[in-house]
């Protein structure tokens, strides 16, 4: 008689079995002995894969971050310190400590504590509770250096305010309030130096390239005008009209004041945060990692007797988490390793019409490959293989080299698919909203910036007399 499967076995569904398919025919390209294919084709065919599991979700992240690891090893595509980059990116261990500091937030309740200081001037209407929570995320961009850690910190928070507000979970409310924490705290950030790791890894690679990096002064007055405030404005209206909602449930009334200190599990928690704070704020001073700085407070956390974490709570960390984030920085470290990038932006070099004579067109040209080598190597991969290619574009256009470089801060601005940014794929990982509208805004955003605010842009730095 034929065995029933086990109760708890799922059936493969047609997209699952197309993408073992895939897997097997680009392992097959990487193991078969009997022609030798370039190290760039292999490379290649491996970030394809990858890239294009991550994108339609076919399977979990987790397991696409598995299935690459294991391909780049077994084809022997880069050294394993190259492949498993990740693990040793600051990235990782921001999502670590993140996740234990999210967690003690929600087990302290000091989350819902902050809400409920923040719902009354939330209250009166969604556009204002929408611009209320955005403009709040992207303050934090100017005492938190880290993008990934706003938002590990943020993303209970903002939770607990839709609580709060009356947003159930699920509702189209709540997801828009959520969205606005999240691109408030990511997209911004692009135009202060020091608060995201790709304006971080621009500044030092043109230290060792170009013999200076960017002041922070200069690089705030070309990039926040349009591409921070402008963009802000224009999110918080995107979010008003896509995600206008009514509250599902009347906000709880609260039983009174709370007093004044908290609980003692809540104070601790805010004499750690503030530490964390203000380490993140003075690491120019110290130069102690974010995420260092991070694993600190999630020891404090962590510590046996501390408090502030419930029994066993280590096994309740989003592991899975770690190892998508992973994956993609290793992505980045292998399309590098294997001059992928560089490849795919000499090539185009040799057909795009770069000219003196024409500034605008050079200007949306060097922005525009610089945006497909970020869909290549991930966002933070862009500067590693654009800044090399700097002094012979300078000379192509007929700009300084720094204005030149500046172009690259245009492109990774201009996040097409979540998956080029590590926090945006923590976000979605979290739980706390969907993968398809991080991706529709994502989408939107990248369609704007690039249709409307880059012209604009390229008007501001002629006002600023940086070309022209």
């Known amino acids: 008689m ?46 394809l894969l990858a890239i294009g599991l991550w994108t339609t979700g076919v399977l979990p992240p987790w397991l696409t971050a598995i299935v690459f690891f294991t391909l780049c090893m077994a084809g022997k595509l880069a050294p394993a310190a190259e492949v498993f980059a990740g693990f040793a990116s600051s990235a990782v261990w921001l999502v670590f400590s993140g996740a234990v500091l999210g967690e003690a937030i929600r087990h302290t309740g000091l989350g819902d504590r902050l809400a409920r200081r923040l719902a009354p001037a939330l209250t009166h209407s969604y556009g204002r509770a929408v611009a209320g929570v955005t403009l709040f ?43 606005g924490g999240l691109f408030g705290a990511y997209l911004p950030a692009t135009a202060v130096l020091p608060a995201n790791i790709p304006n971080n890894v621009l500044a030092g690679a043109m230290e060792s390239i170009l013999g200076a990096g960017p002041a922070y002064g200069p690089y705030f007055l070309l990039h926040f005008p349009i591409l921070g405030a402008l963009r802000l404005g224009i999110l918080i209206l995107l979010l008003a009209v896509l995600y206008r ?22 104070r601790r928690l805010g004499l750690v945060l503030a530490v964390a704070v203000l380490l993140w704020g003075s690491d120019g001073w110290h130069h102690i990692p974010a995420a260092w700085t991070g694993m600190l407070a999630a020891l404090a956390c962590l510590y046996p007797g501390s408090g502030l974490l419930p029994a066993k709570a280590f096994g309740k960390l989003p592991f899975e988490t770690l190892f998508y984030v992973a994956g993609i920085v290793s992505l980045g470290a292998v399309a590098d390793h294997s001059g992928l990038g560089g490849s795919v932006a000499r090539l185009a070099l040799e057909v795009l019409p770069l000219s003196p004579e ?63 940014a590590p926090p945006l794929v923590v976000a979605i990982q979290s739980g706390y909203v969907p993968g398809r509208d991080v991706t529709r805004l994502c989408l939107v955003t990248a369609a704007i910036t690039i249709i409307a605010l880059w012209p604009l842009d390229y008007w501001w730095w002629r006002v600023l007399g940086v070309i022209g």
């Open 2 to 47: 034929p065995t029933s499967p086990p109760p708890d076995a799922v059936a493969m569904t047609t997209p699952q079995r197309l993408a073992l398919a895939a897997v097997v025919l680009t392992g097959i390209l990487l193991l078969q002995p009997f022609w030798a294919a370039g190290s760039q084709l292999r490379a290649g065919a491996a970030v």
């Open 137 to 179: 995320a992207a303050a934090m961009l100017f005492i938190m250096p880290s993008a990934m850690a706003r938002i590990m910190l943020l993303l209970p928070i903002l939770a607990a305010l839709a609580d709060r507000l009356g947003y159930r979970s699920g509702s189209t409310g709540r997801h828009g309030l959520i969205l």
């Open 245 to 266: 909602d009514a509250p599902t449930t009347a906000a709880p009334a609260a039983p009174g004041p709370a007093p004044a200190a908290g609980t003692a599990s809540q």
């Open 358 to 420: 024409a500034p605008g067109l050079a200007f949306g040209l060097l922005a525009g490959l610089s945006t497909l080598v970020g869909l290549a190597v991930t966002l933070p991969g862009v500067p590693p293989v654009m800044t090399p290619l700097v002094p012979d574009l300078a000379a192509a256009v007929g700009w300084s080299p720094l204005a030149v470089a500046m172009t690259q801060v245009v492109a990774f601005s201009s996040v097409i698919l979540p998956y080029q």
